[in-house]
């Protein structure tokens, strides 16, 4: 009878992650926009460097790929070439998902990385940037890059 029990439990566990749905799957293209940086040099007075917009491009071509279901409702796997993670959600909805990152550099400054997808847009943006303070310089770049998506499977 212990067996039995074991058994039907065990069976009971296995079959919770059955019941997962992938609520989307989508594919996007490389994100492209455009890039702003400013930089001021410290030992040339306080000269300003830079200050002008770039349309800019990841390197390389590969594709993103996202995958949500609803076997974990705050995350969603990210798929970008090599890389394959599982990001944390920190806001979402059934429309709208936002993801991301902010921690310190080497530049005594911050590094930033904020993804938002919208479904019924089929759009992925990527708001990247930096900020540095060193002995030579100070600066500040910001970018934004949006991806057209589709739904696959």
């Keep these: 009878m212990q067996k039995f029990l074991g058994i039907v439990v065990l069976g009971l566990l296995i079959s919770g992650n059955t019941n997962a749905e992938i609520v989307f799957r989508v594919k996007c293209e490389n994100p492209k926009g455009i890039t702003y940086s400013e930089s001021v040099a410290h030992l040339q007075n306080d000269k300003k460097l830079g200050g002008s917009f770039e349309k800019d ?60 997808f919208s479904l019924p847009n089929k ?28 739904i696959i499977g």
Aim: proline residues 1%; hydrophobic residues 30%; contains cysteine.
């Design 57 to 116: 491009q990841f390197t390389g071509s590969d594709q993103i790929e996202l995958i949500y279901d609803n076997s974990k409702p705050n995350e969603i796997q990210f798929i970008w070439g090599t890389d394959n993670r599982i990001e944390k959600l920190y806001a979402k909805n059934d429309k709208f998902f936002h993801w991301g990152l902010f921690d310190e550099n080497f530049g005594n400054g911050f590094y930033w990385g904020h993804w938002s």
């Design 123 to 150: 759009t992925l943006t990527h708001n990247k940037g930096n900020t540095h303070s060193t002995g030579i310089s100070t600066g500040i770049s910001n970018a934004i890059f949006t991806s057209k998506c589709e």
